[in-house]
């Protein structure tokens, strides 16, 4: 049972935002809600932890996240009900995945309670800021930084975990064109890819920034072996449908364990669909494109939730993806997840938590 306790103090702005949330024009990312939740950790315990205005934090310019990299970083979003109630989706899974990534990059674990106090506290405060517009949500971002003023290379002894919320709409607005990557990597094996440290996008935007420049939206992660296997696509997990099966890349040192990923699954062992979560070659996807039992390609992902590929791109051929229809299995997951983080659908996997 989590309880809303006030050991976070809240110092509320006294100037609110909101009157310039345009559901229009708000995009992904760019326009924050008023408040944020800051906790520091120091002599081995989080400590001080309130709510207070948006606003720049300042850091030494030694901070040691800056140079070496100790951050890390969660996505999860609150949807409006109908009603106006506000649901959070799966926020414990997050929870769970943060301090995964906190144990690898050797910083603290943020106990359950400072998290869903700190979280519950946050979007009741600015509620308001919960998007109504179908497809829109507040996307929300707990994050961790070390602060140790030094430039030892060691892990900090000081850290901020930060919670800040965006009013977003979709990430992609149309079917994205991707080109599979056969010389950078996202992730290694003993690497971090698993696990959500800020590095592992920093090291994509080269790599993606070259594909934009040939005309496609996003790559395809290859492994770092033989460059054959598919990994993610772009900061998404990536299914296909062949021959009626759902097919996703297994779980391991480089793939990250994304809650959507897992939530699609969910859905479609519900709905008896097949699924094989084991190694795909690209060169298995091509066969299966040219022998037409290639069905469905989506990336699944807590910003892009489904998104639909309609293009791929491997070795100077570009493959036409099926295009999706009413009744393919992303468009029925896409439509059965909303349902649910929407409070329309009975939440049989105990997946929101209610604001
Ligand atoms: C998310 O889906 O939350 C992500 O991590 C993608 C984000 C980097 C935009």
């Given at each position: 049972m989590?309880?809303t306790?006030?050991?976070?103090?809240?110092?509320?702005t006294?100037?609110s935002?909101i009157?310039?949330?345009?559901?229009?024009?708000?995009?992904?990312?760019?326009?924050?809600?008023?408040?944020?939740?800051v906790a520091?950790?120091?002599?081995g315990?989080?400590?001080?932890?309130?709510?207070v205005?948006?606003?720049?934090i300042?850091?030494?310019?030694?901070?040691s996240?800056m140079?070496?990299g100790?951050?890390i970083?969660?996505?999860?979003?609150?949807?409006?009900?109908?009603?106006g109630r506000?649901l959070?989706?799966?926020?414990l899974?997050?929870?769970?995945?943060?301090?995964?990534?906190a144990q690898?990059?050797?910083?603290?674990?943020?106990p359950e309670?400072l998290?869903?106090?700190g979280?519950?506290?946050?979007?009741?405060?600015d509620?308001e800021w919960?998007?109504?517009g179908?497809?829109?949500?507040?996307?929300?971002?707990?994050?961790?930084?070390?602060?140790?003023d030094?430039?030892g290379?060691?892990?900090?002894?000081?850290y901020k975990?930060?919670?800040?919320?965006?009013?977003?709409?979709?990430?992609?607005s149309?079917?994205?064109?991707?080109?599979?990557?056969t010389?950078y990597?996202?992730?290694?094996?003993?690497?971090?890819g698993?696990s959500?440290?800020s590095g592992?996008?920093?090291?994509?935007?080269?790599?993606?920034?070259?594909?934009?420049?040939?005309?496609y939206q996003?790559?395809?992660?290859?492994?770092?072996?033989?460059?054959?296997?598919?990994?993610?696509?772009?900061t998404?997990?990536?299914m296909?449908v062949i021959?009626?099966?759902v097919?996703?890349?297994?779980?391991?040192?480089?793939i990250l364990?994304?809650?959507?990923?897992?939530?699609?699954l969910?859905?479609?062992?519900?709905?008896?669909?097949?699924?094989?979560?084991r190694?795909?070659?690209?060169?298995?996807?091509?066969?299966?494109?040219?022998a037409?039992?290639?069905?469905?390609?989506f990336?699944?992902?807590?910003?892009?939730?489904?998104?639909?590929?309609?293009?791929?791109?491997?070795?100077?051929?570009d493959?036409?993806?099926?295009?999706l229809?009413?009744?393919?299995?992303?468009t029925r997951?896409?439509?059965?997840?909303?349902?649910?983080?929407?409070?329309?659908?009975s939440d049989?996997?105990?997946?929101?938590?209610?604001v």
């Amino acid at each position: 049972m989590i309880t809303t306790e006030t050991s976070i103090t809240v110092k509320k702005t006294t100037k609110s935002r909101i009157s310039e949330l345009n559901e229009a024009t708000m995009g992904f990312g760019k326009v924050f809600s008023d408040h944020m939740f800051v906790a520091d950790y120091s002599n081995g315990q989080w400590a001080k932890a309130e709510i207070v205005p948006y606003d720049k934090i300042s850091i030494s310019p030694a901070g040691s996240m800056m140079h070496y990299g100790q951050s890390i970083f969660e996505g999860m979003k609150a949807y409006r009900t109908d009603q106006g109630r506000i649901l959070l989706f799966r926020p414990l899974s997050n929870h769970k995945r943060l301090n995964i990534s906190a144990q690898r990059m050797c910083m603290p674990v943020v106990p359950e309670e400072l998290f869903m106090e700190g979280l519950l506290k946050l979007i009741k405060l600015d509620s308001e800021w919960v998007p109504k517009g179908e497809g829109t949500s507040l996307y929300i971002r707990p994050f961790m930084i070390a602060t140790d003023d030094s430039l030892g290379v060691k892990a900090s002894d000081t850290y901020k975990f930060l919670i800040i919320t965006s009013p977003v709409s979709k990430y992609y607005s149309d079917p994205v064109k991707v080109l599979v990557e056969t010389n950078y990597v996202r992730a290694v094996e003993g690497g971090v890819g698993f696990s959500k440290v800020s590095g592992n996008y920093g090291r994509s935007l080269y790599p993606t920034k070259l594909a934009m420049q040939k005309g496609y939206q996003q790559v395809i992660w290859t492994d770092a072996r033989h460059h054959r296997y598919i990994e993610e696509s772009g900061t998404m997990n990536v299914m296909f449908v062949i021959d009626d099966t759902v097919i996703t890349p297994p779980l391991g040192d480089t793939i990250l364990a994304g809650i959507t990923r897992d939530s699609v699954l969910t859905i479609a062992r519900d709905w008896n669909v097949k699924v094989e979560e084991r190694k795909i070659s690209i060169d298995e996807l091509i066969d299966a494109h040219k022998a037409g039992t290639l069905q469905e390609a989506f990336g699944v992902g807590t910003a892009a939730t489904i998104a639909p590929i309609s293009l791929i791109g491997y070795e100077g051929i570009d493959y036409s993806m099926p295009v999706l229809k009413n009744n393919s299995f992303a468009t029925r997951v896409a439509m059965e997840l909303d349902e649910i983080r929407k409070g329309r659908k009975s939440d049989k996997h105990n997946w929101i938590v209610s604001v």
